[in-house]
């Protein structure tokens, strides 16, 4: 079982940044997948950004050069930097964990709302 709880989230004029933090009960390190994914009202959760089991990372097209992923496996904790946000980035962030046995984890979420 992995607890995962996000924090960062709150509300941002266009142009802004925010960092958006997502702290694991367990390692973070040797996993097969975490990221981060989205979820706008009337939309389906979406992927923002991910690390695969090698390490490697991926971003949605919408987001690429403006948020930058990124974790401290010491820490148990990753996070994503998010900059240029734009009002279509308003969503509610969920932090995501799949384990090697692929069993998938979620945290509740943080709003994230980005004004005109």
């Known amino acids: 079982q992995v607890q995962l709880v996000e924090s960062g989230g709150g509300l941002v004029q266009a142009g802004g940044s925010l960092r958006l933090s997502c702290a694991a009960s367990?390692?973070?390190?040797?996993?097969?997948?975490t990221g981060w994914y989205r979820q706008a009202p009337g939309k389906q959760r979406e992927l923002v950004a991910a690390f695969s089991s090698d390490g490697t990372t991926n971003y949605a097209d919408s987001v690429k050069g403006r948020f930058t992923i990124s974790r401290d496996n010491g820490k148990n904790t990753m996070y994503l930097q998010m900059n240029s946000l734009k009002p279509e980035d308003t969503a509610v962030y969920y932090c995501?964990?799949?384990?090697?046995?692929?069993?998938?984890?979620w945290g509740r979420g943080t709003q994230v709302t980005v004004s005109s």
């Open positions: 367990r390692s973070i390190f040797n996993v097969d997948a």
């Open positions: 995501h964990l799949r384990n090697r046995q692929r069993l998938n984890y």
